[in-house]
């Protein structure tokens, strides 16, 4: 027991923490199943957890008013239970909840202080108010559910300590739109699989390439732009190109299609972390996200931590995390092009499709980025450095 807490000469003491949450732990949610496993792992923390998932996987209803109905009675109930073990445990230490947060810290709030956790640690991931209004529109800005949830998401971000958000764009957004000070969020990179998505050496085949997308088909993707780019480079030089996941952008693959024919495999039903690692360890070339939006300028999407753990050439929208990034390294480490524009993109497939030696140099720059900037190992000791303070 003792041996593993010493490290470099010194006894280190493993941090009591509470990880309290509605959180999922699957693969459907990366960034929470392997930030607390690696947490647990490192030893780093001695880990104390009460989960109330709020999400289940019972059977979808085919009355949608009465499967949100469900949904909704489901959360709160979750919530309100969750509540009851914190008040019953009187934890007043320290205390981490991952994703989704939201709802839970806004119940904290209504507390007084002395009666919550000494340190509240949130990880917010992805802002529901960004995500619902502003990304994917599905409520106008100026609708009273948009300003009660903006409202909402506000008051929780206030009653959180520490906000951990992942990259410096996000914590701008999340600092002008819920008015919050600069040191209350952390920049922390994400959590991912780092079993399935591992370095594998690249060789570049000459006859023809290999394009591939993975995602979601939410806007900031972009698949107008991803579709209308392979069909013109398609027209130019040998490639192969590949498409997977479904969403709410599905409509406009089912259109192109149609309207095209099928240029493009389409794997629709979403794969396993195995399955996706060797899809992107047989690519030449991988996507990242191209979408016009705000939200698209400041993220760093799951594929492209994928991707450049696996050490394969990356295009992406030219976004302000990007050229952030392309400034922290010196160089492009990540081939840019400009967000929503589909010449500029397929120019740069044929670039690359033609240039094998380029190929390989990105390969070996995103595999490089991996390794300083987004390894698990140092998320961890990020968020540990947190909870050392006194």
Request: glycine share 6%; with cysteine.
């Amino acid at each position: 027991q003792l041996k593993r807490h010493v490290q470099m000469g010194f006894k280190r003491i493993p941090i009591p923490l509470l990880v309290i949450g509605v959180h999922q732990k699957s693969e459907g949610y990366p960034n929470t199943l392997f930030r607390l496993r690696d947490m647990e792992e490192s030893h780093l923390f001695q880990l104390t957890e009460i989960n109330t998932p709020m999400l289940t996987k019972s059977k979808r209803s085919q009355n949608r008013v009465f499967h949100k109905v469900n949904l909704i009675l489901h959360g709160l109930h979750a919530h309100f239970k969750l509540i009851a073990k914190l008040i019953l445990l009187k934890h007043r230490g320290n205390a981490y909840i991952p994703y989704p947060a939201t709802f839970l810290l806004l119940l904290l709030s209504i507390f007084p202080k002395k009666y919550r956790p000494r340190l509240i640690v949130a990880d917010t991931f992805i802002s529901l108010f960004d995500t619902v209004v502003l990304d994917r529109t599905l409520m106008r800005e100026d609708a009273l559910t948009s300003r009660l949830l903006k409202w909402v998401e506000r008051r929780a971000c206030h009653c959180a300590d520490i906000l951990v958000s992942d990259t410096e764009e996000s914590k701008k957004f999340l600092c002008d739109t819920f008015e919050l000070s600069t040191s209350k969020v952390v920049v922390i990179p994400l959590s991912t699989d780092e079993k399935n998505f591992k370095f594998s050496p690249y060789t570049a085949r000459t006859d023809y390439c290999r394009v591939l997308f993975i995602g979601t088909l939410v806007p900031l993707h972009g698949i107008a732009t991803i579709l209308e780019a392979v069909h013109i480079a398609s027209s130019r030089a040998a490639i192969k190109f590949k498409l997977v996941g479904d969403g709410q952008d599905a409509q406009v693959v089912e259109h192109w299609q149609k309207e095209h024919g099928s240029f493009f495999e389409w794997e629709r039903i979403w794969q396993t972390s195995s399955e996706l690692a060797e899809a992107i360890s047989e690519a030449d070339i991988c996507l990242g996200i191209f979408g016009g939006g705000d939200k698209t300028q400041r993220v760093c999407p799951f594929k492209i931590y994928a991707y450049a753990a696996v050490g394969r050439p990356i295009i992406s929208g030219d976004t302000k995390w990007l050229a952030r990034t392309r400034g922290l390294f010196g160089k492009e480490i990540i081939a840019g092009v400009p967000a929503g524009e589909s010449l500029a993109l397929a120019n740069k497939i044929v670039e690359l499709a033609a240039t094998p030696e380029m190929r390989v140099r990105l390969a070996e720059e995103s595999a490089y980025f991996y390794k300083m900037q987004l390894t698990n190992r140092r998320a961890t000791k990020m968020l540990h450095e947190i909870f050392r303070v006194p």
